[in-house]
């Protein structure tokens, strides 16, 4: 079933011996110009640096969750949990600030710490009983999301002095341009995961994970460690995201960031990231939030188009892009 | 509607005298489990197992469970097949939710929505555009090798959109007789979507196992490279699969669809795709393919329609089912991890002078997991 893919892509195979893995990555950005261009052009109000803040505002708590299945997806995994594992952090927060008295300050440490330790705890059995990630994730999302229920099946609302103060600071910019503290949170995350993929041991064992596993083990590189240690990342950036959505959204509810896992794994798909692992750019990540958001964002300009058209949008690309992935190098799946 | 069990590509497991022989069943667990939460419930009420007749239907709890649960057993019915050739269908629920709100739109727009025509129009559009998206699905993976739940997570998270916009964003109600019996009506006694599930299941058992397309499945998902040098078409059968998997979707789709007289776009078929993954593990296919057991998958979904039973019975918020399920799919996934059992195995025998190779394969990772 091999022979009428590869024969057509014989020339192509040769270019992407050299463009294979930065191809997607030039796809998005020349996507992001013509959306941002034709949007401008579109709509009036759309052409300012302020519309591509608000992208970042609106998306934050996405872009952090979207770099932890980054994380995950370069080795080779999959995390279904961080939707829910988003929303429990929501309901944790808002239920130990709103409810208990808890501070804001312990509450934060506390959540983070539930997300990395729920994480590390899935990365365990992932690999100590050798279950596919798939599968232990989807406990982990049905967990997550039964938990939220079990705290409170309505939604708490925040009206903590020091959390509304949070939310309500906006980070100036000359021109008078702002940003959320979220926004800066998100990007300072972003550089640190730049950092360790690019310029860490560990970054690096986590490519080679993806690239092939066996081949990290005979190398003697620590597979178990470095497995465990991606989700408890994923983990903590979905504890981190669900802090900065409580933010945004200033209450805790388990039905929040329903469906954020695909947001996650599309970003990081249409940002270049090879769902097979081994191949892939946190920047472009970034890249492939900034895009989801900007449907989002071309579609309110528009008025006439209602939100689902954002799933068929985000579905569209992630169709072509999996098509350009299978085009342009990359390991082919068994069957 | 147990298909017969040997017949898989496998090894078969030795045969035992007794009560051993029983436990190794591959039936064995998933029936127990259905047993003990049936049992359960009986201690929580003591008329649950009463089934009794009003205007000629049967009525009960148990009955219950296998109306509600028809759909669930569709999809998971579908599920395993795919399941089989080593891939996943994670669109099915897109997939519920695209059929009845294609079915309900059609019939709702009709001029007379109660006469037969119409109503077997919105099924055949519906199934119709059922067997596309299996078609896709089935381009992806067979024909472009995209490992199977990217390629159906397109249409997992696009699918709902669509579904949206069938129905432009609104519950669509419907009031048709006809309709309504796919998924409410009775016929000789009994729910006909029970009989509908059944008939169906009895088809794929006796197409899969009274005939070698079964075992050409199991080919596939045990090894795709191998069963094509031996010349079986695995693109094919891919593509079969995954246009079986849908078409099944479709038909729980209308079932939920017409029990309830309304197409919910966004909340129809929400998360069945988790639940029939689940009831297909419980049921003993494992996810690496290759093998695998209709009669299994019937009674995972179930145990899965019982479970959630049990917790309205309970009184316990339904919402809390999730944690449930959640622990549900751990101790399965668990028990089939040969790494689990070779360290329970372990355990059980810490004097041993020699360990099993698989158990100290388990320590050796153990000391690498914490160093």
């Known amino acids: 079933m091999s022979t009428p893919l590869s024969s057509l892509t014989g020339p192509l195979q040769r270019f992407s011996v050299r463009h294979a893995t930065r191809l997607p990555l030039m796809v998005t950005a020349t996507l992001l110009i013509a959306m941002f261009s034709i949007g401008s052009l579109q709509y009036e109000g759309f052409f300012s640096a302020q519309v591509l803040l608000n992208v970042l505002i609106d998306n934050g708590f996405l872009l952090v969750v979207a770099i932890g299945m980054t994380f995950v997806i370069l080795t080779g995994g999959i995390d279904l949990s961080v939707g829910s594992m988003v929303a429990l952090s929501t309901m944790l927060t808002a239920w130990l600030v709103e409810q208990n008295g808890v501070p804001l300050a312990l509450a934060v440490p506390l ?225 | ?97 695209i059929a009845g709100a294609l079915a309900c739109e059609h019939i709702a727009t009709a001029e007379d929505p109660g006469s037969l025509p119409t109503v077997l129009s ?73 009989l509908l599930a059944g008939v169906l299941v009895a088809v794929t058992s006796l197409v899969t196992r009274r005939t070698a397309l079964g075992m050409l499945i199991e080919s596939v998902g045990g090894n795709p490279v191998a069963s094509r040098l031996v010349g079986i078409r695995a693109a094919g059968l891919l593509v079969m699969v995954y246009v079986v998997s849908s078409v099944c979707a479709a038909v729980a789709g209308l079932m939920i669809s017409s029990n309830v007289s309304s197409a919910d776009g966004n909340n129809a078929g929400l998360w069945i795709e988790l639940d029939a993954i689940l009831a297909v593990v419980i049921g003993g296919t494992a996810l690496t393919g290759g093998r695998f057991s209709l009669g299994g998958t019937v009674l995972g979904a179930l145990i899965i329609q019982t479970l959630s039973t049990t917790i309205y019975t309970l009184g316990v918020p339904p919402e809390t089912t999730l944690v449930f399920k959640a622990l549900v799919v751990i101790v399965v996934c668990l028990a089939q991890s040969p790494a689990f059992r070779a360290r329970l195995s372990h355990r059980r025998r810490p004097a041993g002078p020699d360990p099993a190779p698989a158990a100290g394969d388990a320590g050796a990772r153990r000391q690498e997991v914490h160093p």
Request: charged share 10%.
């Open chain 2, 122 to 194: 919105a099924i055949a559009t519906a199934l119709g555009v059922a067997a596309a998206i299996g078609l896709l699905n089935g381009f992806l993976v067979a024909r472009l090798g995209v490992q199977p739940i990217v390629a159906t997570l397109v249409l997992m998270v696009a699918g709902r959109g669509v579904a949206q916009l069938i129905t432009d964003g609104q519950i669509i109600s419907v009031s048709s007789g006809a309709y309504k019996m796919i998924g409410g009506g009775y016929w000789l006694t009994l729910p006909f979507a029970v």
């Open chain 1, 111 to 335: 959540v983070l710490l539930v997300g990395a330790g729920g994480g590390a705890l899935m990365g365990w059995v992932i690999h100590a009983f050798e279950i596919q990630p798939f599968i232990v994730t989807l406990a982990g999302m049905f967990l997550a999301r039964g938990l939220c229920y079990m705290i409170s099946t309505e939604s708490i609302s925040i009206t903590d002095p020091t959390t509304t103060t949070i939310a309500q600071t906006r980070v100036l910019l000359p021109g008078g341009l702002f940003v959320s503290p979220a926004v800066v949170i998100a990007l300072v995350v972003l550089a640190l995961a730049f950092g360790v993929l690019h310029h860490t041991r560990f970054g690096r064992t986590v490519y080679a994970l993806g690239g092939n596993e066996s081949s990290a083990r005979l190398m003697g590189l620590p597979v178990g460690r470095t497995k465990v240690a991606v989700y408890a990342v994923s983990g903590l950036c979905s504890a981190l995201g669900g802090l900065l959505l409580t933010f945004y959204m200033l209450s805790g509810y388990a039905l929040h960031a329903v469906g954020m896992e695909l947001d996650a794994i599309a970003a990081a798909v249409i940002g270049g990231t090879l769902l097979t692992g081994g191949s892939g750019f946190v920047l472009g990540t970034a890249l492939g939030v900034t895009v989801l958001g900007l449907i989002q964002t071309v579609i309110s300009f528009q008025g006439t188009l209602s939100s689902w058209w954002t799933r068929i949008v985000i579905g569209g690309l992630l169709f072509v892009f999996i098509l350009l992935q299978r085009l342009f190098g990359g390991p082919r799946a068994d069957h």
């Open chain 2, 1 to 97: 509607m147990t298909p017969p069990d040997d017949t898989g590509a496998g090894g078969r497991p030795a045969r035992m005298p007794g009560a051993r022989r029983l436990t190794e069943h591959r039936l064995f667990w998933p029936a127990a489990a259905l047993a003990t939460l049936l049992l359960g419930n009986v201690a929580l009420t003591h008329d649950f197992f009463a089934v009794r007749v009003q205007n000629g239907h049967l009525y009960g709890s148990l009955i219950d469970i296998l109306q509600f649960g028809a759909p669930l057993v569709l999809v998971s019915l579908g599920m395993t097949l795919v399941i089989a050739t080593r891939g996943i269908d994670l669109s099915v629920g897109s997939t519920v939710a």
